[in-house]
């Protein structure tokens, strides 16, 4: 039926009333009879109105307007109450909001390419290593062989490369793409092209794709920039294309043609050059048939290279997978944490509300008596209830809003995707869901019990009515669910800190404090041989290690918690079949590495001024590696040779034994290392270690201007400080943690709210009672017994359930935790400790308001 | 009308307005009043159809889309909202109608004289 408004009923009614008058007229009467009988003859016109409205399916719109013009007009008229309770609200719905959004652009959101869940990444394993990167003439191997994939690409996001041209030299994330990568991706260009297979090839002209940050941040995102050239390592290179968002790809700023490096010494079948694969599965395959052809391939390669491919096997999962599976479990962690959070933000307004529903009876009994039906009453409450949980959520997502951008701003290490983190449609449709299931969730026990209620006693004027007990006990079951959750996520917190405490307590094997890390790269073409790149970085150290403030200065092939080459190594003595050499990380360094970042000579010698080219070829191990492979022996003077046993190479002398250093991050043990002096053996980029006695930024500039008095062209590179390298190896537990104790710290305080508001009204409701205990001679430490024993009983109760509770989802916390385990029995107890004291504080207040009762007034009160 | 003439006729049995409403308007589309009026007719003046609760029984009938109301002129020129049948009041009008045939014809039966016995 379409809507019909008031006024065209009423038109009818007339249009009625003059039809019968016409006819009464007819029938002889006079005008003024006949109008007046025709009135007389439809009765009540107001009540058929009335009835007409009632009966009408508009009339629900209309009462729920009302509804809420009155909701408002209630809270208004207690603003305290309703700022709390507003607030507690938005705080619940906005860190679900925010954690919400997170969870969606990480994990919920489709990647940014064509059908993604057929998208795959693959890498080669060795013994030894589960994950390598991938051999060039392998990956070719693969292309031709593959049963399973539509398409199978590889790209390398390692490289570096020096852009110059600009103010300054600098170095850019160049990443190395396979002609087919964007193909297989499903990633059309922004604008421009894509790469065709005759650039993917040594010696043609070299050719750019811009990534779409570089694209933006350097060219403001012009068009015109096609066609321009980049001089990258003094070679030009044409820009072709611009690459929409991807993700998933590391921070490349350019790509080039993987095929224009296939000439390089790297790119040889026993090599593996960092490059990943990805593959496109053909529809229907499984990742395991992946795996079985991958395999069949392996073996045939093997066969046919006997010696480069020992022992080489590759393997591949699921891009998306690979890309979340590290955040996950913080993620889930986050979202139930996030969840108790709103549910103990949810028990704090419904007892607010219980406690104001209280106080409503007289009104509520009035409208009763006055012939409101219970479901108008339950609506009126209910619409007051959606309200307060409507503004919380605006609110809320207005927090929500800010977190994401606080967030998204500090660059958490470990989340992956931060780009596709917004407050978007999707997440407001959720903020909005959990608004209206906030509101029912928050507002069904207090209309239940507020339309329970009898009517004669509040409208007698008694303030004590019948539903007191009743709701007393209700609200204490909220109170105990409120100091589970909060205890549970107390719990989670408390290890979390534990772990991240014991974290940053590893011994990492350096003194990180006082020193700068940065990187310096040669381009080839300028220092193509190992004798220019000596000479150079040599230069270099000199210029740095007279800045003034710098204690010592030296170069190393990697910094410490991040090793980045691994050997294949055969000790003299104990050879090993060929392609099982253990893998060691590799490092080069020149004589001051030890002393600057203090690491320690536990045998042997340290570096002397003679381990120069020319010189013995010389080695240190460090413990790991002495304990693992010269049990019971002195190494000093054992000999390690570079790849297999029948190596050709010039074996080194162990000279010396060092204390192990973590290559990795805090969290994992370290492989073993072998440091090699970098003179017998220069690279054209290595990283400097600088310890100074002034601030890292005071340093700096004066260390760039001695780099640039030896080539203008060079940038210092990524520099920042040791220490904040190793932290950031814990970035992502560190941000876990202060997400979960900013959450814990929350559901405390709103737990502490709610043991206040059920421990004051229980006082409130007592105090007649509590009167006549004191009139009739209980002392003041009989009250405070009596308030204690409810608190402990109600908060005790939530005490055990949280214990259980938290037990039963440890397991949830079990990947996220370091030495430190999710049932860890001194972070429970203390946990509970502290909640019970916070139960106890909180209830302080109202206790003393207790015990200062005066008999004659609280007896007479009623 | 006079309290006398209210108790001579009789009201409308609960329920049986719809019945007398559909059946009206089974012959042709009528406004409110007019409605009223037929049935007042037809039932030998016996049948006096509160004005008041007539309205809100056409809305009802309406909102089950038995019938539908569209403003037009009356014979003697004045706006009225005329009613008509649609296809769905027309079917619940016989079903509606059988139904009530079978009641009366039952109560008759139990309200008649006693057989007489042997």
Not at chain 1, 140 to 163: C, H, I, M, S
Not at chain 1, 273 to 283: A, S
Not at chain 1, 599 to 625: C, N, P, Q, Y
Request: overall charge positive.
């Amino acid at each position: 039926m379409p809507y019909r408004s008031q006024r065209d009923f009423e038109d009818e009614i007339r249009s009625h009333i003059a039809l019968e008058a016409d006819r009464l007229v007819e029938e002889g009467m006079s005008l003024d009879a006949a109008q007046l009988a025709a009135r007389r003859r439809f009765g009540n016109v107001t009540r058929a109105q009335e009835r007409y409205h009632s009966a009408g399916r508009w009339v629900w719109v209309e009462q729920l307007l009302q509804d809420v013009r009155y909701a408002a007009r209630m809270l208004r008229k207690s603003p305290l109450f309703s700022g709390i309770a507003i607030l507690t609200i938005a705080l619940g719905i906005g860190a679900n909001t925010a954690v919400f959004s997170i969870v969606n652009g990480v994990l919920l959101s489709p990647l940014p390419y064509r059908a993604p869940e057929r998208l795959v990444k693959v890498w080669e394993t060795l013994p030894g290593l589960s994950q390598a990167t991938v051999s060039y003439p392998d990956y070719k191997d693969w292309q031709e062989r593959t049963r399973v994939f539509d398409g199978v690409a590889v790209y390398g996001p390692y490289a570096n490369k020096t852009l110059t041209g600009g103010d300054l030299p600098e170095r850019v994330g160049v990443g190395l793409a396979s002609a087919n990568l964007f193909d297989v991706l499903g990633l059309a260009p922004a604008i421009g092209r894509g790469f065709r297979a005759d650039e993917d090839r040594p010696g043609v002209g070299r050719v750019v794709i811009l990534s779409n940050g570089f694209w933006q941040q350097r060219y403001g995102g012009e068009a015109r920039v096609l066609g321009r050239t980049l001089t990258l390592d003094g070679d030009p290179y044409t820009v072709i294309g611009v690459l929409p968002p991807t993700v998933g790809l590391g921070s490349v700023d350019l790509w080039v043609p993987v095929g224009l490096s296939a000439n390089d010494p790297s790119f040889t079948r026993e090599n593996h050059p960092g490059l990943i694969g990805v593959g496109r599965l053909k529809r229907g395959v499984t990742i395991t048939q992946m795996n079985n052809d991958l395999a069949r391939i392996s073996r045939e390669i093997q066969a046919e290279h006997p010696r480069e491919s020992a022992g080489i096997g590759a393997e591949g999962a699921s891009f998306r997978e690979l890309l979340v599976e590290t955040i996950r479990p913080a993620l889930s962690l986050l979202t139930w944490a996030v969840l108790s959070v709103l549910l103990i933000a949810c028990v704090n307004v419904a007892n607010l509300l219980l406690a104001r529903s209280t106080s409503r009876q007289k009104e509520i009994a009035l409208r009763l008596a006055l012939g409101a039906s219970h479901r108008r009453i339950r609506s009126l409450l209910l619409s007051e209830h959606l309200l307060v949980a409507m503004i919380g959520g605006v609110v809320g997502v207005g927090l929500a809003y800010a977190a994401v951008r606080a967030v998204v701003q500090t660059q958490p290490p470990g989340v992956p995707r931060l780009a596709d983190i917004h407050i978007n449609l999707a997440v407001l449709t959720f903020a909005a869901a959990v608004s209206v299931v906030t509101g029912l969730l928050v507002g069904l026990l207090p209309a239940r019990s507020a339309t329970r209620i009898d009517l004669i006693e509040p409208l007698k004027g008694s303030g004590r009515s019948s539903a007191t007990s009743g709701t007393l006990r209700l609200r204490g079951a909220l109170m105990t669910a409120e100091v589970a959750l909060a205890l549970m996520l107390l719990i989670g917190a408390g290890l979390l800190i534990r772990s991240v405490s014991r974290l940053t307590r590893v011994n990492p094997g350096v003194d990180a404090r006082g020193v700068t890390t940065g990187w310096i790269f040669l381009p080839g073409n300028k220092y193509p041989d190992a004798d220019r790149q000596r000479l150079a970085l040599d230069e270099i150290l000199q210029r740095v290690e007279t800045v003034p403030g710098v204690t010592s200065a030296a170069l190393t092939s990697a910094f410490p918690l991040a090793s980045n080459t691994q050997n294949g190594v055969t000790f003299e003595g104990h050879p090993k079949p060929a392609g099982q050499e253990p893998l060691l990380n590799y490092q080069a360094i020149s004589r001051e590495y030890f002393n600057t970042v203090r690491m320690r000579v536990l045998r042997g010698r340290g570096f002397a001024a003679t381990d120069v080219k020319g010189a013995d070829e010389v080695v240190w191990i460090d413990e790991t590696v002495a304990k693992k492979f010269f049990p019971g022996e002195d190494p000093i003077g054992k000999r390690i040779l570079r790849g297999r046993f029948d190596s050709k190479e010039r074996p080194w002398t162990v000279v010396g034994v060092v204390n192990d250093v973590l290559d990795q991050s805090l969290g994992e043990r370290a492989n073993g290392t072998l440091y090699r002096p970098f003179d017998q053996e220069p690279q054209n980029w290595m990283g400097l270690v600088i310890n100074t006695t002034m601030p890292f930024e005071r340093v700096l500039p004066p260390v760039r201007r001695g780099i640039a008095s030896v080539d203008p062209a060079l940038p210092l590179a990524s520099e920042e400080t040791l220490e904040h390298k190793i932290t950031q190896t814990i970035g992502q537990e560190t941000f876990t943690m202060f997400v979960l104790v900013a959450f814990a710290g929350v559901a405390l305080i709103l737990a502490a709210v709610g043991v206040y508001g059920v421990i004051a009204y229980f006082v409130a409701q007592r105090l007649h009672e509590i009167g006549i205990r004191i009139a009739l001679g209980a002392r003041r430490s009989d009250i405070v017994v009596l308030i204690s024993r409810r608190v402990l009983v109600t908060a005790g109760i939530g005490v055990a359930v949280g214990l259980i509770g938290a037990m039963a989802a440890s397991g949830l916390m079990s990947t996220l935790v370091y030495e430190v385990a999710p049932t860890d029995g001194a972070t429970y107890v203390g946990s509970a400790l502290a909640l019970l004291a916070v139960a106890a504080l909180a209830a302080v207040v109202p206790t003393l308001r207790a015990t200062r009762v005066n008999p004659a007034s609280a007896m007479r009160a009623d | 009308m006079s309290t006398r003439d209210a108790e001579e006729r009789d009201t409308l049995l609960q329920g049986t307005l719809d019945l007398l409403i559909l059946r009206t308007l089974a012959l042709g589309p009528h406004h409110g009043q007019g409605i009223a009026r037929v049935i007042q007719q037809r039932s030998g003046e016996t049948l006096l159809v509160d004005h008041g609760s007539l309205y809100p029984a056409l809305q009802r009938l309406e909102s089950r889309e038995w019938i539908k109301g569209e403003w037009g002129t009356s014979s003697n020129n004045r706006r009225a909202r005329f009613y008509s049948l649609t296809a769905a009041g027309r079917k619940q009008f016989l079903s509606e109608s059988g139904r009530w045939n079978r009641l009366v014809e039952s109560i008759a039966r139990v309200l008649a004289p006693d057989p007489v016995e042997g």
